[in-house]
């Protein structure tokens, strides 16, 4: 424990809490809590620079910049936007697709959205390739979020031509 919850462990004994009470809330709820806000700096950064883009207008024009690449994989220019914002946390990515009008694309752009690594799964990557890596990590780290591109593209190319195939 760090130095809260030992002072919440002293006060709760004081106050004559139960172990079993004692542990849920520090091992439990405060332990939780601290860990999911070890991302937030990440994504607050993130986000900033995402607001910046989206203030100045770039962030429109980049979505009709890559209309045309997006398109070869069945989307629209407006899901790279979702896309760019799962490198922070999918659930906003996934949340940023509501504005995306065709049905299908939106549908598709939120079956994809996971398959960017957020900024969660950083930590999750750089534990593992430091274990099983030596040489190399920040490549395998680097290969690890292209694959994911490359599997959202691809799982987007599957579904536009199976399941969620326009009916043009």
């Known amino acids: 424990g760090g130095t809260f919850t030992d002072s919440m462990k002293t006060i709760m004994n004081y ?8 542990d849920l809330i520090t091992d439990g709820i405060i332990a939780g809590v601290g860990s999911v806000l070890v991302f937030v700096p990440q994504i607050v950064v993130l986000f900033f620079f995402i607001s910046l883009l989206e203030d100045s207008g770039y962030m429109a024009r980049i ?9 070869s994989f069945g989307l629209s220019g407006k899901s790279f936007i979702p896309m760019i914002i799962g490198f ?4 906003p990515s996934i949340m940023a697709a509501r504005s995306i009008e065709n049905e299908k694309e939106r549908l598709t752009t939120i079956l994809i959205a996971p398959f960017m690594s ?3 799964r950083l930590p999750v990557y750089a534990l593992f390739v430091g274990i099983f890596f030596k040489e190399n990590q920040s490549l395998v ?3 690890l979020y292209v694959l994911g591109i490359i599997m959202a ?3 987007s190319t599957v579904l536009t031509k199976t399941i969620l195939k326009n009916d043009n």
């Open 118 to 120: 957020c900024s969660a």
């Open 141 to 143: 780290v680097l290969s």
């Open 153 to 155: 593209f691809l799982v």
């Open 63 to 71: 979505a009709v910049l890559m209309d045309r690449i997006m398109e």
């Open 88 to 91: 922070g946390c999918n659930v």
């Open 15 to 22: 106050l004559g809490v139960i172990p079993f009470l004692q």
